[in-house]
């Protein structure tokens, strides 16, 4: 397979100029070249097959070491325009960056394969989609972009009819973390990776794409690119409204995405669109639909069980990557939190013992395609998207921010949005445990100037007069001895519930400072036996942490300096006046 875009074909001459491959493989996305680089990888150790009778069609793969999250610190935003980039990413100027990736990728193929990847992010035949094409050595990236994408023929010939793609380039190098960047730039469509193998530095469809250079994107051509879950909810009536959600990494995003109705309400049906992320765009009649740009699922393993999440939990027991895993004696995969089985060996591929650490990696994944979701709608190939009715914020905290709350307006949500804030997780690399902003969950993946980024979000408000309602959820929410006062899992339908039902203008609540709060008997929670004084503390705010919460916010607005939209700052002190009296 080759190609008739001239601009394609150049490029990939180039970059074989540059790094020097011994071979070029145009990928086609068959399932035959799946299999056949599956083999390639189980030949040469870096694939291990996994027990063929309790999980047909799975395999682990162990990664470097040093080589196991995302690294915030060593990706990079590059423009000529620092402001445009913002203090919220790190800035390197284009020349600088090409120069210092380019002594890198020289020669860097030398002995390896170069895999021309096209892929689509989005239904093949949506107008909402974008193409991309990475070129890479790894053939790790080449499975997992298989399962993650719209990958291969379609995809390149659609590349062909547009003749508008982004460029993505990556070499694993040498896997050290003192050669090792990610670097965007999106005035140019194009991205820059080298010396990672791990999913998001080197799945440059996802995170590099799908988030930084598509957020630019947006900006641009007037829709959203976000770090959110979409899913569908379906009343016994069969009505059914979709919701699209953002919570910071490892927070709960897979889990809420693959919910399973409770027995009470059993009748009730959860339809899985996206875990991760969702584009947002304005359809004619005003009304904001969502596609989810990948086909598959890249999922913390971790906590991973019957109980956490029941469709995410059988959907891996076939067809599906480990990374960074342990396994069994019997070569089943295991990690914490599984609840059944002992390891026998670790993630580093060494001899479990207990005292020596985790037998997974915290932050081990499991690649997957979508279509092996029971929950899965086919609605996540809708060309057109679905509506969306709500916007959901949330993070982990464990105390100040009630269960759910209501945005007073689509200004004020933005307000709330860019309020987020949660504890660190695995997913990055870094302290565990800590509290950091993270507005829109979107952190580490805007392409741009946060105070653009809320501008854009609050320009919406102009455009319709029928936008989603906003959201704000927190299922981590603890007393003094560090006990959830949730139950949390299947139980949160029951608060999507009370959100559609405001949605629809069906159920009362009561005004706050900060937001709309459930009424004492708004939401369905009589068989749930919480004393009354926990659900006081689930629906209620504390005046004195909010006040503190708020200031503490104000200073995070004012480093933005003249750049911050003056309606956020309106919104802002609205609340905090509110909060006053």
Known sequence: MTTKNQELAAWVSDVAALTQPDRLVWCDGSEAEYQQIVDLMLGDGSLSPLNSETHPNCYLHLSDPQDVARVE???????????????????????????????????????????????????????????????TDSPYVVINMKLMTRMGARALTRIEKEGKFVKGLHSTGELDPERRFIMHFPEELSIMSYGSGYGGNALLGKKCHALRIASWQARQEGWLAEHMLILGLESPEGETHYIAAAFPSACGK??????????????WKV?????????????????????????????????????????????????????????????????????????????????????????????????????GNKAYSSLAEAPEGVPISAIVFGGRRRELAPLVYQAKSWEHGVLIGAGVASETTAAATGEVGLVRRDPMAMKPFCGYNFADYWSHWLSFAGRTDTLPKIFHVNWFRQNEDGDFLWPGFGENLRVLQWIIQRCKGEVGAKETAIGYLPNEHGLDIADLNIEPAVWESLTSINDDQWRQEMTEFGSYLDSFGDRLPPELRKQHQQVLSALAS
């Open 254 to 267: 897979t889990n809420l995405a693959m919910l399973i109705p409770p027995e009470k309400f059993k009748d």
């Open 271 to 371: 339809w899985t669109l996206g875990d991760d992320i969702a584009w947002l765009h304005m359809d004619t009649e005003g009304q904001l639909r969502a596609i989810n740009p990948e086909a598959g699922y890249f999922g913390v393993v971790p906590g991973t069980n019957a109980k956490t999440n029941r469709n995410a939990y059988d959907m891996i027991q076939q067809d599906t990557i480990f990374t960074n895993v342990g396994k069994t004696a019997d070569d089943q995969p295991w990690w914490e939190d599984k609840k059944h089985g002992e390891p026998s060996v670790d993630w580093k591929g060494n001899s479990y013992a207990a005292a020596n650490g985790p037998a997974a990696h915290p932050n081990s994944r499991f690649t997957v395609s979508a279509t």
């Open 73 to 135: 610190h060593l990706t990079f935003i590059c423009s000529d325009d620092k402001a445009a980039v913002g203090d919220n990413n790190n800035w390197m100027p284009v020349a600088d960056a090409k120069q210092k990736m380019n002594d890198l990728y020289a020669g860097c193929m030398r002995g390896r394969t170069m895999y021309v990847i096209p892929y689509c992010m989005g239904p093949i035949d949506s107008p909402y989609s974008r193409c991309g094409v990475e070129l």
